[in-house]
């Protein structure tokens, strides 16, 4: 079995940078920054807090707008420590939207009961009548059929205890705020974060883990052989929000890997849904430096195929530098939006929790530009984009073990003319750091991704 430590990127996770990474990489601070955090006024260079940097000038397309600043101008008396969810949330609150800055110190449990300790799954099914194996005998297909989705009293009980855990772990974080790790052992498990309709938010230094629901639903016509679907996501960015930052995180299933969960009906209890869903007309992210590690359905850009959820002209997202370690599929998929993928490390390993699926995938209206990335592991080079009714995407300078590949090519060369895609030169983006040689990457990425800072004033 594996071990909880996978939650933390493969190997020792460097606590500082090599200069050309540093360069590359921590974001500009107030008052005009140099790289690293040093922030130079009247002659004078003084080291800016973690907490307090912004995202770089032309850091991708979440210095779009007004760009991103979180809570880097908040008062001393917004600036709050936590280590539990009581104080997490209470710390959400007091502020309102006013600039914030929340240091996470210690693994904060999603679950962390009333009386501080983590509570199971029972607790959000009581008083609803829910039994999980009175439901397993109900819906059970040679019971219930294939035709329909479940229905009755012990599915309204279902939900009603889903209900309870979703206004538990369902974190909402609101605008005008930075949360960061104090260090690099801080963390959020357990825990739905969201981001709903807010602007100007950034999340750094966190390793964020396993938002298991504890009540996944069970669906037989969902597919040819039905399927347990999951509610949460570790961190959802949906309906307008605009500039938000990702930079130095780590998100994952750990500890509770796909290929470790039971089976019932044929299919897997699928206890995750996405890492990282960016939706419903949301705009102006940029993903930098993190780890994607241990999870399936990693990274969905645009909520649906249907236009009428504010998603055409929004959905710009930038993801750069990045390490995607045993990932099944989403990285990302794309609807809609202009999304720039460049110098990231995709890596499948032969012990993967998940089942490697695709990692590009072109939908709806999408644009989707993937230059000088590198992909390490027993990968096709034509199951790399998969084409999800769109037309056109942009790749270039990409490489495959070492290898220059040609990933639209290797695509088309291997489906039917109907479902080929044309090259997207539609667009090109224009808010880039160093773009990397894509056989560089995995050497620069070796260290320094995920959490390694520390934070304080």
Request: aromatic share 8%.
């Amino acid at each position: 079995m594996r071990s909880s430590s996978r939650i933390r990127a493969a190997g020792a996770v460097a606590t500082t940078l090599s200069a050309a990474l540093l360069a590359a990489t921590v974001a500009a601070a107030p008052a005009g920054a140099a790289p690293g955090g040093q922030a130079s006024a009247n002659g004078q260079t003084a080291r800016v807090a973690l907490e307090r940097q912004v995202l770089g000038a032309d850091d991708g397309w979440g210095s779009a707008g007004s760009g991103t600043t979180g809570g880097a101008d908040a008062a001393a008396g917004h600036v709050y420590d936590v280590d539990s969810r009581a104080s997490l949330l209470a710390a959400i609150d007091e502020a309102g939207d006013a600039p914030k800055i929340i240091r996470v110190h210690g693994v904060i449990d999603g679950n962390e009961g009333p009386d501080g300790r983590p509570q199971t799954c029972d607790a959000y099914a009581e008083g609803t009548g829910y039994d999980f194996a009175e439901y397993l005998e109900a819906y059970a297909p040679q019971n219930w059929g294939w035709d329909e989705e479940p229905r009755g009293a012990l599915e309204d009980a279902r939900r009603a205890a889903a209900t309870n855990q979703k206004n538990w772990i369902r974190w909402d974080i609101p605008s005008n705020t930075t949360i960061v790790g104090a260090d690099a052992d801080a963390g959020i498990t357990g825990a739905a974060l969201r981001i709903n309709g807010e602007r100007n938010v950034i999340v750094r230094n966190l390793t964020i883990s396993d938002s298991r629901d504890c009540f996944p639903g069970w669906d037989p016509t969902d597919g040819s052989s039905g399927n347990w679907n999951s509610e949460y996501d570790l961190l959802q960015i949906i309906n307008g929000t605009e500039n938000v930052w990702l930079d130095h995180n780590t998100f994952t299933d750990a500890p509770n890997f796909d290929d470790e969960l039971p089976e019932y009906f044929g299919r897997p209890f699928q206890v995750h849904d996405g890492a990282v869903d960016v939706t419903n007309g949301s705009n102006f992210v940029t993903m930098s430096y993190n780890r994607f590690e241990d999870h399936d359905k990693l990274m969905l850009i645009g909520s649906t195929d249907s236009p009428t959820r504010g998603d055409p002209g929004k959905l710009k997202v930038t993801i750069h530098h990045n390490v995607f370690k045993d990932i099944g599929q989403r990285a990302p998929r794309v609807r809609y939006g202009q999304v720039d993928v460049y110098n990231n490390h995709f890596v499948l390993t032969d012990d993967s929790p998940v089942a490697y699926g695709y990692l590009f995938g072109a939908g709806v209206e999408s644009h989707l530009y993937a230059t000088d990335n590198a992909i390490t592991g027993d990968v096709d080079a034509a199951t790399v984009i998969k084409n999800w009714k769109g037309d056109a995407v942009y790749t270039d300078g990409n490489v495959l073990n070492g290898q220059k590949v040609d990933l639209l090519a290797a695509h088309n060369d291997a489906v039917a003319a109907e479902t080929q895609l044309g090259r997207d030169d539609s667009w090109a983006p224009e808010r880039r750091t160093t773009v990397h040689a894509a056989q560089a990457v995995p050497a620069l990425l070796a260290t320094g991704t995920g959490p390694i800072f520390t934070a304080g004033e």
